[in-house]
């Protein structure tokens, strides 16, 4: 509990947000054993039931791309997608599950473009998410959104909150959207679970009406209570209600 009494102590005022009208979480960890989300495939059944209980009617997930950390191919991405499936399945568990990636923006993606290797989402919408350092502002970021653009993709720019580089720099966050970049917001970023300032981030993004998609970035049961105490929260009631945000589309 010492998690959830550091981090969720706002006043509950509002009731839970019905999920099933929100219908698709888009950013998500559940493939087993190949980045830090699930583990076991057990892990990664119990993950998905919990987000079919929340009333989400879909996940895609998005296992990382890093090439420090985590190899990951499309191959293996999407074998790893079958046997959650098959779990599922045997589990009696009957939810939409799809896969794509969270790719994270540094030389190495950009190989992946040019050998034509990405894995988007959304069908012919052809989104692909894509993830900055957390520590410094990557040099190339406007290069690679042309050459995704370029290819027939549309850029979809992760958790744009928790970059804090960038929050004093509005500037940045409007470049972005006059590059035609949608951008993902965190169910966590506002219960605070990442700090104040990202959360204050969040907010002004969601009064702005900037935000394109919602997603739990779901990797362990923690995240789980994130998706439960936002829920109640007044500002992610303004955003599942604002007429861009795409999630239901897909």
């Not at 509950?12 to 698709?24: A, G, N, Q």
């Not at 850029?155 to 006059?178: G, S, T």
């Not at 829920?231 to 599942?240: A, E, G, I, N, Q």
Request: glycine share 6%; hydrophobic share 40%; aromatic share 10%.
């Amino acid at each position: 509990m010492g998690f959830l009494n550091k981090f969720f102590k706002k006043k509950e005022i509002l009731p839970p947000f019905d999920l099933s009208t929100l219908k698709v979480d888009i950013h998500s960890h559940f493939i087993p054993g190949i980045d830090d989300g699930a583990q076991t495939i057990e892990d990664s059944v119990n993950l998905i039931t919990a987000m079919s209980k929340l009333g989400y009617s879909k996940v895609i997930t998005t296992p990382h791309i890093m090439s420090d950390y985590y190899k990951n191919t499309p191959e293996i991405i999407l074998s790893g997608l079958e046997k959650v499936k098959e779990a599922l399945y045997k589990a009696g568990i009957s939810i939409e599950v799809e896969a794509a990636a969270e790719y994270n923006l540094e030389p190495e993606f950009e190989e992946i473009i040019k050998s034509n290797q990405v894995l988007s989402f959304g069908g012919t919408e052809k989104y692909v998410l894509f993830e900055l350092s957390f520590f410094n502002e990557p040099s190339r970021i406007k290069e690679i959104i042309w050459d995704l653009s370029n290819d027939g993709f549309q850029p979809v720019l992760a958790h744009v909150e928790r970059y804090a580089y960038w929050h004093k720099k509005w500037d940045k966050i409007e470049d972005m959207v006059n590059r035609n970049v949608k951008l993902q917001l965190n169910i966590g970023s506002i219960t605070g679970a990442y700090g104040p300032e990202v959360r204050n981030m969040a907010i002004k993004l969601i009064d702005q009406g900037l935000i394109d998609f919602i997603g739990s970035d779901c990797h362990n049961p923690r995240h789980l209570e994130m998706i439960r105490h936002a829920s109640v929260d007044p500002f992610f009631h303004k955003l599942c209600q604002q007429q861009q945000l795409l999630n239901k589309t897909l």
